[in-house]
């Protein structure tokens, strides 16, 4: 019954440090999306797995940003060389089926940090 | 491609009064569904109410409801007797039908302050 879960909750790397986020999706949620909220703006789309196979990478900034969920679960989000411009608030949602219709449930996020 | 804007930053409201957040969008889609959000000061986004496009009839939850003026592209969000549990930021969101796969497009957000 536990709903999404993200760790760690803060994050502080030093610029051109590599960091990797987790996210805990609701057990049986097929859907999975990330964002990005830089602060005092809304979230912004990141990427899209539907189980294991990632359908949409287009929100991305750039090929530093990598993003995983090879069993179909647990997914990571991972940010190579970090840059003062990725600190942000990275939110995860998951979703139980496929249907535009259904509601995504977010977690606490995580803060990144990059100094 | 999907825009959503709110144009109030920040709005504050007495306990037990009424307040309407503003939110407009814009959209190509014919099928689409719009949004509102609550983010409390902990960070964990709930959803508030959600309004499928092709409705005529304004969605309500207890003490939340939209006036959704499809002609005019506007989803404002009124929320009465206020309670000091709302303060929050709250979203407005839209998202697409068709192969979209649902992701969510946001507006700024408008912060929201319940006084006693």
């Known amino acids: 019954g536990a709903g999404v879960s993200q760790s760690p909750r803060y994050k502080v790397a030093k610029r051109g440090q590599d960091v990797a986020l987790r996210c805990d999706p609701i057990?049986?949620?097929?859907?999975l999306f990330w964002y990005q909220q830089a602060l005092g703006q809304g979230p912004e789309f990141l990427t899209y797995?539907?189980?294991?196979?990632?359908?949409?990478k287009s929100g991305l900034p750039s090929d530093r940003f990598f993003a995983e969920r090879p069993e179909g679960s647990v997914s990571t989000l991972k940010i190579q060389r970090t840059q003062q411009e990725d600190s942000a608030v990275y939110l995860c949602?998951?979703?139980?089926?496929?249907?535009?219709?259904?509601?995504?449930?977010f977690g606490p996020g995580t803060r990144l940090t990059v100094l | 491609a999907q825009t959503v804007t709110q144009s109030q930053p920040e709005m504050s409201v007495q306990e037990a009064e009424t307040v309407t957040l503003s939110c407009t969008y814009d959209?190509?889609?014919?099928?689409?569904?719009l949004f509102w959000y609550k983010q409390p000061p902990s960070r964990q986004m709930i959803l508030v109410i959600r309004q499928e496009a092709y409705k005529q009839q304004n969605a309500t939850e207890n003490r939340f409801s939209v006036n959704f003026q499809k002609a005019a592209k506007s989803f404002s969000l009124k929320i009465s007797d206020s309670q000091l549990g709302d303060t929050a930021m709250y979203f407005c969101?839209?998202?697409?039908?068709?192969?979209?796969?649902?992701?969510?497009?946001f507006g700024q957000g408008t912060i929201l302050t319940v006084h006693p």
């Open positions: 949602a998951s979703s139980l089926g496929v249907a535009v219709t259904d509601t995504q449930y």
């Open positions: 959209t190509s889609e014919s099928n689409y569904y």
């Open positions: 969101a839209s998202k697409a039908g068709g192969t979209s796969y649902g992701k969510l497009t």
């Open positions: 057990s049986g949620h097929v859907s």
């Open positions: 797995f539907q189980n294991e196979a990632q359908l949409d």
